[in-house]
């Protein structure tokens, strides 16, 4: 686990959004923080000094090996806010964990690679049978699996998965212990760096030679912003603040206008490097509406729990959705109210 405090400092001159009725009620706020783009509102807020501005003067970040314990920090109070894909909030919301969407992020769709070995001789949907494919079980890429089986009528139960993070992933599809890894970025991008290695399907495009360049959509990913439902509680004013930063920051990181200024900031504070951040940049949408799209990418999500059997009965995601912050930001953005109230 990673952790690192970053004061928040000066920034640019920007006009900022009004923030809440009355400053927060902590200065120190605590972000979970991973390695790919979709924290780039995160880092542009950070850098610039709008959280300072915002009232929170002590900004750390802490990084996970995995979405339970960064889940388990958000409920101990480790961290305040968390942007995982939305499928392990899904999960938790309905098993009664106390969670809360605050906002959506990144639509990520585009960024999940499946990607083999070329001497896997992967050519049609129906080869992926003989091979055995890493992925992480309970993350985003399983349902994302589970669609690609169901859209190109695959036995979901032939498949061999198996269980691996990202970087296991990555290792065993170079060693050969694995003949297609699963995976959200950098590392679909790092593995396609070998000439080993080839791209069959993205979340939203096929690359199988039988169609290849189709159209096919088999993730319904998005990062999103995650709450304990004990903070927002506790910290009306902290939550609204934090919603409106995250929101500005998102306009910011989508406006081509600032590509060159921002992309070294993600390429820095991600310790990844500057050719990959640019090479994937284009596959994150950065929208902070909640709108009908929202509401399927989730309602997806949590069809694939149910038909997995990990849930029982589907809940209605604006039923631990809470839009207000987001609406105090700007009242446009809320297309669809959620139904969660503090």
Known sequence: ?????????????????????GRPETSSLALGFGLDPVFAPHIVAMQKGWLREAGFTEVTTRSFTGGALAGEALLSGGIQLWTPGN?????????GIPIVVLGTNCIATAAELLVARKDANIRAPEDLYRIRIGLLAGSTASATLHNLAKHYNLD??????????????????????????????????????????????????????????????????????????????????????LMAVLVRG????????????????????????????????????????????????????????????RVRQARNPLDYTYTDPVAAADPALVKVPGRWKP
């Open 1 to 21: 686990m990673h952790r690192r405090t970053i004061l928040a400092g000066v920034g640019a001159a920007i006009a900022a959004p009004a923030f809440a009725q």
């Open 87 to 95: 499928l392990p909030p899904i999960s938790m919301a309905h098993t």
């Open 156 to 241: 979901e139960r032939r498949l061999q998965v198996v269980n691996m993070p990202p970087p296991e992933q990555l290792a065993a599809l170079n060693g050969g212990q694995i003949g297609a890894l699963l995976c959200w970025q950098p590392w679909g991008y790092n593995a396609l760096r070998s000439d080993a290695n080839e791209l069959l399907h993205s979340g939203t495009t096929s690359n199988f030679a039988s169609n290849r360049g189709a159209a096919v959509q088999v993730s319904a990913t998005r990062s999103i912003f995650v709450a304990s439902q004990d903070f927002v509680k506790r910290n009306p004013n902290a939550t609204r603040a």
């Open 250 to 309: 998102q306009r910011y990181v989508a406006d081509p206008a600032n590509r060159a200024e921002i992309l070294p900031m993600i390429a820095e504070q991600t310790r990844q490097p500057r050719e990959l951040v640019e090479a994937i940049w284009g596959q994150y949408v950065f929208d902070p509406a909640f709108d009908q799209p929202y509401v399927a990418d989730m309602e997806n999500m949590t069809a694939y729990l149910v038909a997995s059997g």
